[in-house]
């Protein structure tokens, strides 16, 4: 595929301290996506919020509702989340997707078992010492074939080499269906990632499934521009977003903001964005 893939993590979990434009509703998310696509987007990921407090939404009528709104205002590849927490049972994750009505386009599997617990290396303290992320066989096995059986396409995202590994082992059982579209996560302060460093990224690729088709993008820990050129060189799309980092060096940006100065930065080194035409193209294969 000709152009970079740009995924914008519109939401996650993050609250409006550090920046307002963080879209909590279905009406927000549509239009903050529908702004994101005019800028060079191609696929939203979103969590469902509640509108007034922020607070985490897992409903499957919420879901249905934004993932309409966002078709009927753009043309962008729908990615959800499933569940709302760490401690959930896998269906229990699983429900909020099943139970749309309308449902999106992809959605995730973390690839493995993690301690999803930030360190602080000032304080020299974890955030909360009790984050386990705890995805079995299993369950990985679970979601991938109830997301498939919903008409959508799972999304691997990957945390490690170990990852990776999993994900190899699921194409060959016929689990996983191909191509592949992938999330990298390069992180600093989430131990259980590969850092977010040049050398972070070289090594999980060399540990990409042998002869798998696959299109994959990388999320940041931080700040998308610090990786953004080896990303790219790399052969790679980008995922970033309100929902990661508040991106104070734009002032008080909105998603669409932050997607104009990525696409500004990849007309300098010759690129442009990919359309959700092609990202539809390469993920039927």
């Not at 401690?87 to 993690?114: F, H, N, S, Y």
């Not at 050398?199 to 994959?216: H, N, S």
Request: net charge negative; proline share 7%; aromatic share 6%.
């Amino acid at each position: 595929m000709e152009g970079v893939v740009l995924t914008i993590r519109m939401n996650e979990y993050t609250m409006r301290g550090a920046n307002p434009n963080v879209p909590w509703s279905p009406e927000e998310i549509a239009a903050d996506a529908a702004a994101c696509v005019a800028a060079g987007a191609s696929i939203v990921h979103f969590h469902g919020r509640d509108p007034g407090t922020g607070a985490p939404v897992a409903d499957g009528a919420v879901l249905s509702e934004t993932v309409k709104l966002v078709n009927d205002a753009c043309d962008a590849v729908t990615y959800c989340t499933l569940g709302a927490g760490l401690d959930q049972e896998r269906d229990a994750r699983l429900a909020t997707l099943t139970g749309a009505a309308t449902k999106p386009e992809l959605a995730p599997v973390d690839l493995g078992t993690m301690n999803l617990d930030p360190y602080d290396p000032v304080t020299k303290t974890f955030a909360v010492e009790e984050g386990l992320y705890v995805n079995t066989v299993g369950t990985l096995r679970y979601l991938t074939q109830g997301i498939a059986a919903s008409g959508v396409m799972p999304a691997a995202v990957v945390w490690n080499i170990g990852s990776l590994r999993m994900l190899g082992a699921l194409v060959d059982q016929g689990l996983w269906p191909t191509p592949v579209y992938a999330e990298l996560i390069l992180a600093d302060r989430l131990l259980c990632a590969m850092p977010a460093t040049k050398q972070g990224l070289d090594t999980l690729l060399q540990f990409r499934p042998d002869g798998v088709p696959m299109t994959w993008t990388a999320i940041c820990s931080a700040n998308t521009f610090e990786l953004l050129d080896t990303i790219v060189a790399a052969g790679g799309g980008l995922s970033f977003g309100l929902g990661d980092h508040p991106y104070p060096e734009l002032g008080t940006p909105t998603n669409a903001d932050v997607v104009t100065a990525v696409v500004e930065r990849l007309r300098a080194l010759g690129r442009r964005p990919a359309t959700p035409e092609e990202v539809r193209a390469s993920l039927a294969g």
